[in-house]
């Protein structure tokens, strides 16, 4: 008898508050990603841009944010905060995920409630789409540089949320992204994805290459953690038997 195929992992999500609508579709082990019901779909914006000359020109604001699409992944994320869909993209890219976000926030206040929010409809999706933790590797690891900035991430799917993130950030922004929202966002991740996650910068100069470097170790240790264990389908990783 055939064994059945794993179930996809996947899931979309819609998310509206007085301070942000998000709609996302989650894919976390790539390839297609489910089409979203939406009732009133956000589309990326249109940017219009003065040139010194006085000239007026305007673009897709899509071609300014993380889009990336390949045999094995679909990345599309839009945010409002740039740098914000930057961090996103690289966590999506090495995780292995399929990924389209939008998000429309109340920018004009400040950047908070946009990246928070952003967040938390993540990682409620990210728990969604795991499902039952049967079967899996259960903890990740890793550490990953970039040029002189190195970081750890590790990470349990205890269903039991706490983080403790320390990236050891010294600017006030990094683009458009305030720098005490980065590990704000991670926490807010941990939370509603009902995760154990400690992560550290351990060393480097640039704040750009700090925060990137922890979110890339995030992503690969999500991708050691979420593995399916050939010959345990079905078993909790855990003594209490339930997670």
């Not at 055939?2 to 179930?7: G, N, S």
């Not at 779909?41 to 897709?60: K, L, R, V, W």
């Not at 720098?179 to 996650?197: D, I, K, N, R, Y």
């Amino acid at each position: 008898m055939a064994t059945p195929p794993p179930r996809p992992r996947s899931t979309i999500l819609n998310r509206a508050t007085n301070e942000t609508k998000i709609q996302l579709s989650l894919n976390l082990d790539g390839g297609p990603l489910e089409e979203a019901q939406e009732e009133d779909p956000i589309t990326t914006t249109t940017t219009s841009n003065t040139q010194p000359n006085g000239s007026s020109t305007s673009e897709d604001a899509k071609s300014q944010h993380a889009t990336q699409s390949s045999a094995s992944q679909h990345i599309d994320i839009d945010s409002g905060v740039g740098f914000l869909d930057h961090m996103l993209h690289a966590l999506a890219k090495h995780a292995g995920w399929s990924l389209r976000l939008r998000c429309r926030g109340d920018l004009h206040i400040d950047d908070h409630h946009t990246s928070e929010d952003t967040l938390l409809a993540l990682g409620s999706a990210f728990k969604t789409a795991l499902g039952p933790i049967t079967g899996l590797a259960r903890f990740g690891s890793a550490y990953c540089p970039l040029d002189e900035s190195l970081s750890r991430a590790v990470i349990d799917l205890s269903n039991r949320p706490f983080s403790v993130i320390d990236l050891g950030l010294k600017r006030e922004k990094i683009g458009d992204l305030s720098t005490e929202m980065l590990p704000h966002c991670l926490a807010s991740f941990a939370q509603a994805a009902g995760v154990t996650l400690h992560i550290d910068c351990l060393r480097g100069e640039n704040d750009h290459h700090r925060a990137e470097s922890a979110f890339k170790a995030l992503a690969v240790a999500i991708r050691m953690a979420t593995q399916r264990v050939v010959g345990r389908e079905g078993e909790v990783p855990s003594t209490k038997g339930v997670l």
